[in-house]
């Protein structure tokens, strides 16, 4: 049963992923961004790796109608953002904040790699605390003052030659290492709408066999050594383990190229269908009477 809830807006049911309790104690701190673009890109990060809370320290105006332009079926998330006029304010119930900054700073600060960073961000989530993830202006990030108001800092590794990331880039590479720390690869391709069984060796006999009857009409073998060829199609038929719909698939194609050869006249006959050696299938026609003999 499908279920459109404001955490998975498309395809959630009671067997797919769904955030943790804890990702909602981690809270998105955007700091006096520029743009509309790069909070609705934010937000569409966040409804991505299922992530709820949002604070705005003063932004630039934007109205809700342009979050939702960007990032789709995020109303949720727009309409429980918080704004804040400062950013000390806006983190002053987290127990952890960290700062995500692209300098090199020279201020004395509590620097931690990306990775042990996360897993910090993780573990004070997961032990009841709330948690700042705080992202600066997309001009030049957070001041001084600013980191002021973070317990740690971090740096995304990018290439030195070009560190700069886009606000929303940053928050996303962010989000999806915590995401991917909650299971979130851990989910299975959804099921086809018409499930079909694997194919059987008497159903893969008759393909191949009209496969072979498909190039031997077109003249494939001719220059080929035969039962090589023909062998080789076997082992790469038994390595796809076909279902039974694909099979019939690619059945139907051999026959109909011996169908269109004979209805535009390159082909005397279409021939037998399939070997026609298993119950239920058409009796085989009748062999053509043989030649007179010359003696």
């Given amino acids: 049963m499908l279920r459109l809830d404001e955490g998975l807006a498309f395809v959630a049911d009671d067997q797919t992923w769904r955030p943790p309790a804890w ?20 937000v569409r990060a966040m409804a991505n790796t299922g992530f709820l809370q949002l604070r705005l320290v003063n932004p630039v105006a934007f109205t809700a109608w342009q ?17 804040y006029d400062a950013l000390p304010a806006a983190v002053a119930d987290a127990n952890l904040v960290l700062g995500l900054t692209g300098k090199h700073q020279r201020v004395e600060r509590n620097p931690v790699p ?21 992202f600066g ?30 606000l929303a880039q940053a928050a996303l590479l962010v989000l999806y290492q915590l995401f991917m720390r909650a299971g979130g690869q ?29 190039l031997e009409a077109v003249e494939f073998l001719k220059l080929r050594p035969r039962t090589a060829t ?5 082992v790469i038929v038994y390595r796809a383990h076909l279902s039974r719909r694909e099979a019939g698939l690619l059945r139907a194609a051999a026959i109909e190229i011996r169908r269109y050869l004979h209805r535009r006249g390159l082909l005397g006959d279409v021939g037998p269908i ?6 239920g299938s058409p009796s085989p026609p009748p062999a053509p009477p043989a030649p007179p003999s010359s003696d």
Avoid: K, W
């Avoid at 001009?139 to 590794?157: E, F, K, Q």
């Avoid at 023909?230 to 076997?234: F, I, N």
């Avoid at 399939?274 to 119950?279: C, F, L, N, V």
């Fill in 23 to 42: 990702f909602e104690r981690i809270a998105v701190v955007l700091v006096e961004t520029t743009d509309p673009v790069n909070i609705g890109g934010v």
């Fill in 67 to 83: 979050i939702v332009g960007i990032a789709h079926y995020t109303q949720h998330i727009i309409d429980a953002a918080r704004i």
């Fill in 114 to 134: 990306f990775e042990a960073a996360l897993a910090r961000v993780a573990e004070a989530a997961q032990a009841g605390e709330q948690v700042a993830l705080v």
């Fill in 137 to 166: 202006r997309e001009d030049y990030g957070l001041s001084n003052a600013m980191l002021d108001a973070c317990h740690l800092v971090t740096t995304i590794p990018t290439n030195p030659a070009y560190p700069s990331l886009n």
């Fill in 186 to 214: 851990n989910q299975a391709f959804r099921p086809p709408r018409r499930a079909s069984p694997p194919a059987t060796s008497a159903l893969l006999e008759d393909l191949l066999a009209d496969l072979a009857r498909a």
């Fill in 230 to 234: 023909l062998r080789s199609l076997r």
């Fill in 274 to 279: 399939g070997t026609q050696a298993h119950p």
